[in-house]
């Protein structure tokens, strides 16, 4: 079945806008773009009017864990199955919000999230998966106030506690096994974490160099939690694709000098950053994490300036952990209006969170994120341009329809 798309304006998740737009579909992917006068059809042909057309958006950094409580220790210990079912209201919210793929860089529940999307029997964004995140003992994955053997024992928890080259090794075949989109160390300490600073380096040379090769073979990137600059040289020199939060970037500029010339992507994930700082209190955070939330944020938006400024490689992301600091498809979108007070373009941050989330995922999320002919047909349609006000995309009510594989899964339209 074909259906033809026709945009007063297309953007086109690379960078590009282009007047009066057509794009041709076939089933579920994209055959042709162009202008209306180069893409020809012949024959009759369902015609779908629309004033903007854009990529989905992708959430480049989440973590699908169903969670209500704010303490991360709890999320070890409430029932799993709760917490799973939860999920499913979630991915329908990033739908319902424009988000057609999201890239899951923690949780023990997003590749049978993404198995029963892919089946059909709920409605959700594409996911890709790195599955549970490997972390060293007393590392950002530990949960540190409790027994060592319930944090190893606990398939349902977001990381594993993994030391050592084989063990990094046996953990990455896992989840290999398991069918990750990508694999996830923690290579600093973190916020949440109770008894590590950001500023800390985790795991050795030998380990981050084993989850890489296996990865490779295997033809999936990986990602690294990065806060502090040991961790991140770390990362980048043994062959990390991706930075997620790069805090601390601004104490040695040079690695964003290096960040470049590697084509390394970094995701910021400023906005969960910037609510537990000022919403932590009221809401209840530990208090050791509104410290360093509140310690490192202004580091942070300098770092990701910095960052901007030197034209690194930039995906947006959210981090965010469900209700009700950061409930799913209720302002994701921040990131990119924040992205843009980093000094980002409109319209670079549109790229952010199309074609370079879509780059971020890997080899796995080659058929995501731009309007290409190949690629999926995943797309938004507005009324208004996001380019004069990026700001709209917070809100769903101006999402006029989601379009996924061709198929108009949200329709808002009169
Ligand atoms: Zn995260």
Redesign the pocket.
Known sequence: MKKLFLADLLIDGKGNSLKNAAVLISEDKIVNVGTEEEVKVRGNIETINTKILMPGLIDA?A?FLGTHSLDMSQWLIENDKVRSIRTVKEVQDMLLSGYTAVRD??SAISLSLKKVINEDTIKGPRIYAAHRALSQTAGHGDVHSYPINTVRTEEGWIARLVDGVDEVRKATRENLRQGADLIKIFVTGGVMSEIDHPHQTQFTPEEVRAAVEEAKRYGVYVSA?AHGVGGIELALENGVNTI?HGMYLKEKPELLEIMKEKGTILIPTLIIIKLIAEKGEEMGYPDFAIEKAKEGYNTHIKSIKLAVSKDVNIAAGS?FLGPPLSPYGFGNAREIELLTHAGMSPMNAIVATTGMAGKAIGPRGKLVGTIEKGKYADFLILDKNPLENIALLQNREEIKAVVKGGEVVVDRRQ
């Open positions: 950094h973590h860089v923690g939690h997620e981090d």
